[in-house]
């Protein structure tokens, strides 16, 4: 039997929305460069960027103290998992008050932001059927383009995700020329690069982060574009020996990834890695950048551009939200 039909509309391009709720950082910085700023009013706790959202009301909180380890944090992620409960609470009495007509949220990742589910629910229970959902799960590079342009139609704005995406293109296009050329100047093998996402357990970087690694020149070890971000054993890293590592985090910014980093100078074997020997072992903010699939994908590709190809960086001191090597 073909489940019920949710009372919840979805999408309706008929009607154009004025009060948006964002319930993931990524889909809020969608919001604000398809023009949509005066319409935004509603975010989740992450939400902070541009600066001036930090102003809005917010309707979620996490179940989990986000101050502690990262190996502390997988530990209760998976509590909360295992009992089957909701990593994040919605606070009906916000959403009443604020009462949006689109609430944007994801379906991509449960431990990433609020999931779709727990939105319906709350907007079932609390708004009725007046309110839309739009629900973003990127799995690629091609998907979190496409993205914008969903939330530009359900927005009642189609031309201006059509023209954001647009740019978007050409700028990494544009990337991926400037990597080129250095490449026909000084041919050399792509650097082998391995994308640590997450220290404790180890992850690697899979949906779009192998196309970005590709588009700027390198070659991304242990993760698939378009699949989920495997876990894999200190062994396989190990085997792996790359040229190049990348050290970022899921949701930290840099200054908590260099804290996390250091776990890894624990791990048997690490000093002898030809990354670590070399000193090409870069950490960046994967707070705002790379597992933040919005318009700043771009400037996530710009900056593995200048891990990669030095004589590409620009005339500014490193550490603006990367530094290398790990210090």
């Known amino acids: 039997m ?15 929305p004025h009060r948006i709720a964002s319930l993931l950082p990524s889909a809020t910085e969608i919001v604000c460069a398809l023009g949509l700023d005066d319409r935004l009013v509603l975010r989740s706790h992450e939400c902070d960027y541009p600066e001036w ?3 809005l009301p917010f309707a979620t909180q996490p179940r989990i ?44 990742c449960r431990v990433c932001a609020v999931p779709l589910a727990t939105i319906e629910e709350a907007a079932r229970d609390h708004l009725g059927e007046g309110v839309r959902i739009v629900s973003l799960s990127p799995g690629s590079l091609h998907d979190v383009l496409a993205d914008m342009e969903r939330v530009a139609v359900a927005a009642g704005v189609p031309a201006r995700g059509v023209a954001l995406t ?7 296009a544009e990337l991926e020329a400037r990597v080129r050329e250095v490449g026909s100047v000084s041919p050399r093998p792509a650097p082998r690069v391995l994308f640590i996402e997450w220290v404790e357990p180890l992850m690697v970087g ?17 993760g698939e574009a378009g699949r989920h ?16 590592i990348v050290v970022v985090p899921c949701g930290f910014p840099l200054e908590r990834t260099r804290e996390e980093a250091e776990a890894l100078r624990r791990l048997p074997g690490w ?26 994908i771009v400037d996530s590709l710009r900056i593995l551009v200048e891990m990669l190809h030095p004589e590409l960086r620009p005339a500014r001191p490193e550490g603006w939200c990367w530094m290398a090597p790990l210090p």
């Open 2 to 16: 073909d489940p019920a039909p949710s009372s919840i509309r979805r999408e309706d391009p008929l009607a154009i």
């Open 271 to 296: 000093a002898e890695l030809r990354a670590v020997r070399e000193g090409r072992v870069a950490l960046a903010d994967g707070h705002h950048y790379f597992n933040r699939p919005g318009p700043r």
């Open 166 to 172: 647009a740019r978007l293109r050409d700028e990494m």
């Open 65 to 108: 103290r986000v101050e502690q380890s990262g190996g502390e944090i997988d530990r209760d992620l998976r509590e909360l998992l295992r009992q089957g409960l909701s990593i994040y609470e919605v606070d009906p009495g916000t959403l009443v008050e604020v009462a949006p007509e689109l609430i944007v949220t994801q379906d991509q």
């Open 206 to 222: 899979g949906n779009w982060i192998p196309e970005l690694v590709a588009m700027a020149g390198g070659e991304a070890l242990l």
């Open 53 to 55: 959202v930090g102003e």
């Open 229 to 244: 971000s495997p876990f894999v054993e200190w062994d396989r890293m190990k085997a792996s020996d790359p040229d190049v």
